[in-house]
């Protein structure tokens, strides 16, 4: 069979079966596409009387 026709319970037994440790790290890597796409603000905004 070809990997990628298996389904998500398939594919977490077959990496269990060899390594039973296994964490699923899905989540850190939805999480880390979400800060990736979201517009990040490096502006700083000072007050002006700080500049005199």
């Not at 077959?14 to 440790?21: E, F, G, H, L, Y």
């Not at 850190?28 to 796409?37: A, C, R, V």
């Amino acid at each position: 069979k070809v990997v990628s026709r298996f389904t998500r319970m398939q594919k977490e037994r077959m990496v269990r079966s060899c390594n039973p440790d296994w964490i699923d790290l899905t989540i850190g890597l939805d999480f880390e596409n979400i800060i990736m796409h979201q517009k990040l603000s490096t502006q700083v905004v000072l007050p002006l009387s700080i500049l005199s």
